[in-house]
């Protein structure tokens, strides 16, 4: 049974920086693509980042490039988004999700998802 689960997140000021985290199990860690998505309050769940299977290459959302950045440590099966300089605007649940395909920034490419991580930040 494939599981997600995603820790790190919390209440931090503008400015402030938040480690995200989310362990897979259940996968071929390896095997997947990975991405983050969040969705606030009222709004459709949005991309934010994804690391590709084939070349580990990344892709940012334009509303957090510089800001944030994923990475993998294949031997935890662990994702990570390193979240810098945040906004409130950045208030959201965030999601970790695999794809089978190799990564991408369309959330209907993801096959698994984690229950989320609020994340919080005060003005």
């Known amino acids: 049974q494939v599981q997600l689960v995603e820790s790190g997140g919390g209440l931090v000021q503008a400015g402030g920086s938040l480690r995200l985290s989310c362990v897979a199990s259940g996968v071929t860690f390896s095997s997947y693509g990975m991405g983050w998505f969040r969705q606030a309050p009222g709004k459709e769940r949005e991309f934010v980042a994804t690391i590709l299977r084939s070349n580990a290459a990344t892709y940012y959302a334009d509303s957090v490039k510089g800001r944030f950045t994923i990475s993998t440590y294949n031997p935890k099966n662990t994702v990570y988004l390193q979240m810098s300089s945040l906004k409130p605007e950045d208030t959201a649940v965030y999601y970790c999700?695999?794809?089978?395909?190799?990564?991408?920034?369309?959330?209907?490419?993801?096959?698994?998802w984690g229950r989320g991580t609020q994340v919080t930040v005060s003005s």
């Open positions: 999700a695999a794809d089978p395909q190799g990564g991408s920034t369309r959330p209907d490419r993801f096959d698994y």
